[in-house]
């Protein structure tokens, strides 16, 4: 089989003015159809067993409430509900497991979920932050109950992935590593959050404009010992395209050329610890254009291109020093 990858796109889960929305897939399908080098895979819904591998009967039952009475907002990020969205989260978690169990089970090279609702805020016990369930703690969660022993969950998203933090927080077979713009939504996410996970929750708060050159360093001095070290079987990546400099909602510096040059060093990692098994899911990112750069970049870093497609997307801001901040990190982490 060729890099699969799964298209989840909820077009009744919108709520007007809402960021996150169908629209953040407009520019999606052209790129994807294009391609002749990876191959679609139809999502079926996840099962309520599988979504409580993550989730609580408490949650998921109200949650389903929720969405039947909808529309609604249940937060204040804000996150809404609309009357399809419970089931357009089970496909959207389901569309993720397509995709990592064919990787998991060795069918597939890789993948990529190209889903939404999104998933990592969303936490064992409440959705939140735009995410319902967490599609990425769904899917690490089965391949663990298919005989993976060690997952590694690399988070590069803008925001910090709570709920996967939260969900993985006593699971001593889950590394986490999130890098995010701190000081904002949703507040978690420093250095020393779970410090009885030292060495396995890993993350990486960072100031306003950190791009390209932070990224290198921190694939160099944190996600490589990091992996060396925990020896994963499988890699899953949150990947949010709102760590580009251009998206509306925050204040990173990444390119599409970034992109790739992270997505195609975690292709290494997964080449070099767990016989090339990486599955891609999407979180965040409220540019279309981002979006669809974005996922380009993953593709071509999956599919083994040596070089970055597009550019022309270079970031107007200079970028900050992250080296007192990954010294922070590699000293508490012992890295
Ligand atoms: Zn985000």
């Given at each position: 089989?060729?890099?699969?990858y799964?298209?989840?796109s909820?077009?009744?889960?919108a709520?007007?003015?809402?960021p996150?929305?169908p629209?953040?897939?407009?520019?999606?399908?052209?790129?994807?159809?294009?391609?002749?080098?990876?191959?679609?895979?139809?999502?079926?819904?996840?099962?309520?067993?599988?979504?409580?591998?993550?989730?609580?009967?408490?949650?998921?039952?109200?949650?389903?409430?929720a969405?039947?009475?909808?529309?609604?907002?249940?937060?204040?990020?804000?996150?809404y509900?609309?009357?399809?969205?419970?089931?357009?989260a089970?496909?959207?978690s389901?569309?993720?497991?397509?995709c990592?169990?064919l990787?998991?089970?060795?069918?597939?090279?890789?993948?990529?979920?190209?889903?939404?609702?999104?998933?990592?805020?969303?936490?064992?016990?409440?959705a939140?932050?735009?995410?319902?369930?967490?599609?990425?703690?769904?899917?690490?969660?089965?391949?663990?109950?298919?005989?993976?022993?060690r997952?590694?969950?690399?988070?590069?998203?803008?925001?910090?992935?709570?709920?996967?933090?939260?969900?993985?927080?006593?699971?001593?077979?889950?590394?986490?590593?999130?890098?995010?713009?701190?000081?904002?939504?949703?507040g978690?996410?420093?250095?020393?959050d779970?410090?009885?996970?030292?060495?396995?929750?890993?993350?990486?708060?960072?100031?306003?404009?950190?791009?390209?050159?932070?990224?290198?360093?921190?694939?160099?001095?944190?996600?490589?010992?990091?992996?060396?070290?925990?020896?994963?079987?499988?890699?899953?990546?949150?990947?949010?395209?709102?760590?580009?400099?251009?998206?509306?909602?925050?204040?990173?510096?990444?390119?599409?050329?970034?992109?790739?040059?992270?997505?195609?060093?975690?292709?290494?990692?997964?080449?070099?610890?767990c016989?090339?098994k990486?599955?891609?899911?999407?979180?965040?990112?409220?540019?279309?254009?981002?979006v669809?750069?974005?996922a380009?970049?993953v593709?071509?870093?999956?599919?083994?291109?040596?070089?970055?497609?597009?550019?022309?997307?270079a970031?107007?801001?200079?970028?900050?020093?992250?080296?007192?901040?990954l010294?922070?990190v590699?000293?508490?982490?012992?890295?």
């Amino acid at each position: 089989m060729k890099t699969v990858y799964t298209l989840v796109s909820s077009p009744t889960h919108a709520y007007a003015g809402h960021p996150e929305s169908p629209q953040r897939f407009a520019r999606l399908e052209a790129c994807l159809s294009r391609r002749t080098d990876i191959e679609r895979l139809e999502a079926a819904p996840a099962r309520l067993d599988e979504i409580s591998r993550v989730h609580t009967p408490r949650m998921i039952t109200g949650l389903e409430a929720a969405c039947r009475q909808g529309p609604g907002i249940i937060d204040h990020a804000p996150t809404y509900v609309t009357r399809t969205s419970f089931d357009d989260a089970l496909l959207a978690s389901g569309g993720t497991l397509a995709c990592s169990r064919l990787v998991w089970e060795g069918a597939a090279p890789n993948g990529f979920a190209l889903v939404r609702p999104p998933g990592h805020h969303a936490e064992p016990g409440r959705a939140m932050g735009f995410c319902l369930f967490n599609n990425a703690a769904v899917a690490a969660k089965d391949a663990l109950a298919r005989g993976l022993e060690r997952a590694l969950i690399v988070d590069f998203d803008a925001h910090h992935g709570n709920g996967t933090q939260a969900a993985f927080r006593d699971d001593e077979r889950v590394a986490y590593l999130s890098t995010h713009q701190e000081g904002i939504y949703p507040g978690s996410g420093r250095i020393e959050d779970v410090p009885h996970a030292k060495g396995r929750i890993v993350n990486v708060p960072l100031p306003a404009f950190s791009g390209d050159a932070a990224f290198r360093r921190i694939a160099e001095a944190v996600i490589t010992p990091l992996a060396a070290r925990f020896r994963p079987q499988m890699i899953f990546v949150s990947a949010g395209f709102d760590s580009h400099w251009n998206d509306p909602l925050t204040s990173l510096g990444l390119t599409s050329a970034g992109f790739f040059v992270l997505a195609q060093r975690l292709v290494g990692l997964a080449q070099e610890h767990c016989g090339g098994k990486i599955v891609f899911v999407l979180e965040g990112g409220y540019d279309p254009q981002n979006v669809a750069d974005g996922a380009t970049a993953v593709f071509a870093a999956l599919t083994g291109s040596e070089s970055a497609p597009g550019g022309g997307d270079a970031s107007p801001h200079p970028e900050p020093d992250i080296t007192p901040r990954l010294d922070e990190v590699r000293r508490w982490q012992g890295l």
